[in-house]
């Protein structure tokens, strides 16, 4: 008796024909081949669409921290702001002011477009002619990298002037803390040194009074102007009622000396607190008017001028308020006018961005259109045959 052999028909049904498969795909090449040009020209328009004209440029801000950046960085990235400055400044009706106008919508583009920048390396720092000083720790903030991205080329404006964006901002910012600061301090010393003053006035009187009484005593008893002077003690204030009275009147007449002096050192600082005061009080409601940081650090000179308008310069207090004013209001000049500034110019610096590049585009487009292609072709073929086995059984 002869044992059945197992069909084979059920393994043969899952091998793959390579003939079969090459055959398939030839005669859908024109469908292939059409998803695949499809897809590279899909990827080359990707890449078109995707271009960006990048401009870059670090802006040096002395006296900004990491440690104090995130205060300002808050500023930076305020949209409202940013739009306010730009009406402030009449920007918004130019080109490059309706471009960062509509760029201050979008809150994480304009975070993206200023990032602070730390410490350079050696390297850059021969690159861009900056030396960063001892007082420098590594990974100190030295400024903000502003790296604007349009899709139309700009060649640097857009750039200078988020640059005065951030200028009017740090000054902004930093000003409006200290002249207020400064407004509160300089009147509560004022009015400090003034009921010192008066303080010290009512002791003076007493001791006048004293001394009035002291020589009275001298006048109606003559021996007790006759002191013993082989033998100098010191003495805790209000023990000298025990020293003769031509000794108390000496010591008397000392006291009020060294109190008239005070008196006239407590009036120069008086003077000066109350210029002050008037200055930074000036000074602190002008910040809240709508003007911008620079012009702000300028009209400074003209708040000092009418505030020392009606004083004698002759006299050495009002000239050394002044001349401490003058000294302080150059610092402010030269920090952020003068030392902010450009490493390097970004006028010229523009560079083409494609992501992806325009050859990777066409590869990755061409690949992702001819696989696509080899997948519709195996459906199309195995559809094709599905359906004329089921008319067939039929």
Same mark, same amino acid.
């Given at each position: 008796?002869q044992?059945?052999?197992?069909?084979q028909q059920p393994?043969?049904d899952?091998?793959?024909?390579?003939?079969?498969?090459?055959?398939?795909?030839?005669?859908?090449?024109?469908?292939?081949v059409? $998803?695949?040009? &499809?897809?590279?020209?899909? *990827? =080359?328009? @990707?890449?078109?669409?995707?271009?960006?004209y #990048? $401009?870059?440029? &670090?802006?040096?801000?002395? *006296? =900004?921290s @990491?440690?104090n950046?995130?205060?300002?960085? #808050?500023?930076f990235?305020?949209?409202p702001?940013?739009?306010?400055y730009?009406r402030?400044?009449?920007?918004?009706?130019?080109p490059?002011?309706?471009?960062?106008?509509e760029?201050?919508?979008?809150?994480?583009?304009?975070?993206?477009?200023?990032?602070?920048?730390?410490?350079?390396?050696?390297k850059?720092?021969?690159?861009?002619?900056?030396?960063?000083?001892?007082?420098d720790?590594?990974?100190?903030?030295?400024?903000?990298?502003?790296?604007?991205?349009?899709?139309?080329?700009?060649?640097?404006?857009?750039?200078?002037?988020?640059a005065e964006?951030?200028?009017?901002?740090?000054?902004?910012?930093?000003?409006?803390?200290?002249?207020?600061?400064?407004?509160?301090?300089?009147?509560?010393?004022?009015?400090?040194?003034?009921?010192?003053q008066?303080?010290?006035?009512?002791a003076i009187?007493?001791?006048?009074?004293?001394?009035?009484?002291?020589?009275?005593?001298?006048?109606r008893?003559?021996?007790?102007?006759v002191?013993?002077?082989?033998?100098?003690?010191?003495?805790?204030?209000?023990?000298?009622?025990?020293?003769?009275?031509?000794?108390?009147?000496?010591?008397?007449?000392?006291?009020?000396?060294?109190?008239k002096l005070?008196?006239?050192?407590?009036?120069?600082?008086?003077?000066?607190s109350?210029?002050k005061?008037?200055?930074?009080?000036?000074a602190?409601?002008?910040l809240?008017?709508?003007?911008?940081?620079?012009?702000?650090l300028?009209?400074?000179?003209?708040?000092?001028?009418?505030?020392?308008?009606?004083?004698?310069?002759s006299?050495?207090?009002?000239e050394q308020t002044?001349?401490?004013?003058d000294?302080?209001r150059?610092?402010?000049?030269?920090?952020?006018?003068?030392?902010?500034?450009?490493?390097?110019?970004?006028?010229?610096t523009?560079?083409?961005?494609?992501k992806?590049?325009m050859?990777?585009?066409?590869v990755?487009?061409?690949l992702?259109g001819?696989?696509?292609?080899i997948?519709?072709?195996?459906?199309r073929a195995?559809?094709?045959r599905?359906?004329?086995?089921?008319?067939?059984?039929?």
């Open positions: 008796m044992i059945p052999q197992p069909s393994y043969d899952d091998e793959i024909d390579l003939r079969q498969l090459v055959k398939t795909l030839w005669r859908q090449k024109n469908l292939i059409g $998803t695949g040009v &499809l897809g590279a020209i899909l *990827g =080359v328009g @990707a890449s078109l669409i995707s271009t960006k #990048v $401009t870059d440029g &670090l802006f040096m801000t002395p *006296g =900004v @990491a440690a950046y995130k205060r300002f960085e #808050v500023v990235s305020n949209g702001r940013l739009q306010q730009l402030s400044t009449n920007q918004v009706s130019t490059y002011g309706a471009m960062l106008y760029l201050a919508d979008n809150q994480d583009a304009l975070r993206d477009t200023l990032k602070p920048e730390f410490a350079f390396t050696d850059d720092q021969k690159t861009f002619g900056v030396k960063v000083t001892e007082n720790e590594p990974g100190a903030m030295i400024g903000v990298r502003i790296q604007f991205k349009h899709k139309e080329p700009t060649n640097g404006p857009p750039v200078a002037l988020l964006y951030v200028r009017d901002t740090l000054i902004r910012v930093n000003f409006e803390g200290t002249m207020l600061a400064r407004c509160a301090d300089f009147r509560t010393r004022e009015q400090e040194l003034r009921n010192a008066l303080t010290n006035d009512f009187t007493q001791e006048e009074r004293r001394v009035a009484t002291l020589r009275d005593i001298i006048a008893n003559p021996e007790a102007a002191s013993d002077n082989r033998q100098i003690v010191s003495l805790e204030k209000g023990s000298e009622r025990f020293l003769s009275p031509a000794a108390q009147l000496v010591a008397a007449e000392i006291q009020i000396a060294d109190m005070a008196e006239v050192r407590r009036e120069r600082e008086r003077v000066a109350a210029l005061r008037d200055y930074y009080c000036q602190q409601q002008a809240q008017q709508p003007t911008t940081g620079p012009a702000f300028e009209g400074l000179a003209n708040i000092q001028t009418a505030i020392f308008q009606d004083q004698d310069k006299v050495d207090i009002v002044w001349n401490e004013l000294v302080e150059a610092n402010w000049t030269n920090t952020y006018l003068r030392a902010m500034r450009f490493v390097a110019s970004p006028d010229g523009e560079i083409k961005e494609r992806p590049g050859a990777l585009g066409l990755l487009g061409g992702l001819g696989m696509l292609g997948f519709g072709a195996l459906v195995w559809w094709k599905d359906d004329t086995g089921s008319n067939g059984s039929d």
